[in-house]
Nanobody
Framework: QVQLVESGGGMVQPGGSLRLSCAASGVIVGARSMDWYRQAPGKERELVASISSGGNTYYPISAEGRFTISRDNTKNTVYLQMNSLKPEDTAVYYC?????????WGQGTQVTVSS
């Protein structure tokens, strides 16, 4: 059974940093693409970072240069380092992966950027 458990969210001031973690079980994070999405109130869920099985990363413009996705295969965990946070980064952040034809999601972790 695939389980993804996010942690590391919280409240931070603009310009601050947070590191989110996604602990996986039932899948090997190093053997597949892993993604971070976020969903702000009243908005659609959007991709913020992706890492392929080969280690290639992708970021949309909104995250480029500020967010970094990485993984620790020994801990079977994926991370999202977020720097220079802005109020518009406020959202619930989700870890996700596609297994066969099913996409699995974690429960999400709240990130609030506010002064």
């Amino acid at each position: 059974q695939v389980q993804l458990v996010e942690s590391g969210g919280g409240m931070v001031q603009p310009g601050g940093s947070l590191r989110l973690s996604c602990a996986a079980s039932g899948v090997i994070v190093g053997a597949r693409s892993m993604d971070w999405y976020r969903q702000a109130p009243g908005k659609e869920r959007e991709l913020v970072a992706s890492i392929s099985s080969g280690g290639n990363t992708y970021y949309p413009i909104s995250a480029e240069g500020r967010f970094t996705i990485s993984r620790d295969n020994t801990k079977n965990t994926v991370y999202l380092q977020m720097n220079s946070l802005k109020p518009e980064d406020t959202a619930v952040y989700y870890c996700t992966t596609l297994v066969m034809v099913r996409r699995y999601w974690g429960q999400g972790t709240q990130v609030t950027v506010s002064s």
